[in-house]
């Protein structure tokens, strides 16, 4: 028999496509945390935990740094057992009131949901709720993702092809298993705009689930913590494109790391990254850079050829000033080139 839901840890899993502002969000939940003690897993895509550096770099006093767990497999759906078990005993050592997934932006949601169903798990913890967070500007110009036009050109030239592309299929499922979506990028996107991208996402729901639209991550987290849902115990009725697949794998992507020496000019490295999105069919950039002469480290965030970058905190007393960029496209992207270009 399923244990009550209020003798277990609440665990809020939030996922969403490359770029569509996840870490964002849990940022902001963290800073507002309202008296709780929050922990967070973080799922990584890539060889360095960029997502998790941003998080610990908020210092909200609701989730110290010992309260992030950061996992680098790539797919947390792929390898539960491996990694997320492990990682959740961490977690729960340390007593927290949530608990925080972010799920890589590959991740199919289903089969973490369903891992909170194991013997060893659900006595201990619940699904409070899944939170989908989608990328504004880019569903209302008809796309999941920012630069999604290398891949539409090769699906329109393949004849034999008469399904969705597997960008699309990871966007459905994630859509599919939501109770939450958010909307992200609010400020890019005008009334127009937002119409639209709410009725992209309408298009993919299965069934009703409240639909919000949010800048730079600001949602009260009693909008998303404390939903109470238990999700685990009817996810196995969301259907979703993976149902009867015995496995899956996400070799429609590539990552290279690009180390970075100190830069003199944030706004040309930002035109770099653009332009290496543009030339190498980059999807997602993110990382830091040292700035000369700069006591603070830069935090830059790129989805398609949209690149930002704001000063996130101080370089440690001891912390070498060293950047590097995660570079995430679609197999097979020009890996080489998008180095060369950010490296100028």
Do not use: Y
């Amino acid at each position: 028999m399923t244990a009550p839901s209020l003798a277990r840890v609440p665990c809020t899993i939030v996922t969403g496509f490359l770029g569509s502002g996840k870490t964002t969000l849990i940022r902001h939940v963290l800073e507002n945390a309202g008296g709780r003690r929050l922990a967070v897993i973080v799922n990584e895509f890539g060889d360095v935990g960029i997502d998790g550096e941003i998080l610990k770099g908020c210092g909200a006093p609701a989730c110290a740094e010992e309260d992030i767990v950061e996992l680098a497999n790539g797919c947390l759906c792929c390898t539960v057992a491996d990694d997320f078990v492990p990682a959740l005993d961490k977690i729960l050592a340390r007593a927290p009131d949530h608990i925080l997934i972010e799920t890589s932006g590959l991740a199919l949601p289903k089969p973490l949901v369903q891992a909170f169903q194991w013997p060893a798990v659900k006595s201990r913890v619940t699904v409070d709720g899944v939170v989908a967070v989608v990328d504004g500007p880019a569903l209302a110009e008809g796309r999941v993702a920012s630069d999604h036009d290398a891949l539409d050109a090769q699906r329109a030239a393949d004849e034999s092809l008469d399904h969705e592309d597997p960008v699309e299929e990871v966007f459905d499922d994630q859509i599919a298993c939501a109770d939450l979506v958010v909307i992200s990028k609010g400020d890019l996107i005008d009334g127009a705009a937002a119409e639209a991208a709410g009725a992209r996402v309408a298009a993919h729901l299965p069934r009703a689930v409240k639909v919000i639209t949010v800048t730079n991550g600001k949602v009260d987290p009693a909008a998303l913590l404390g939903l109470g849902l238990a999700v685990e115990e009817e996810i196995d009725a969301r259907r979703t494109h993976h149902d009867d697949e015995e496995d899956h794998d996400h070799d429609d992507f590539d990552s290279v790391v690009v180390p970075l020496p100190e830069i003199a000019d944030p706004a040309d490295l930002a035109a770099r990254v653009a332009r290496a999105a543009e030339a190498a069919d980059v999807l997602r950039v993110k990382g830091f850079a040292a700035v000369a002469g700069k006591p603070m480290r830069l935090l830059v965030q790129g989805v398609g050829p949209r690149v930002s970058h704001h000063f996130d905190r101080p370089w440690g007393a001891g912390e070498t000033r060293r950047g590097a960029l995660v570079v995430i496209g679609l197999k097979g992207f020009d890996r080489a080139a998008a180095e060369r270009t950010i490296l100028g």
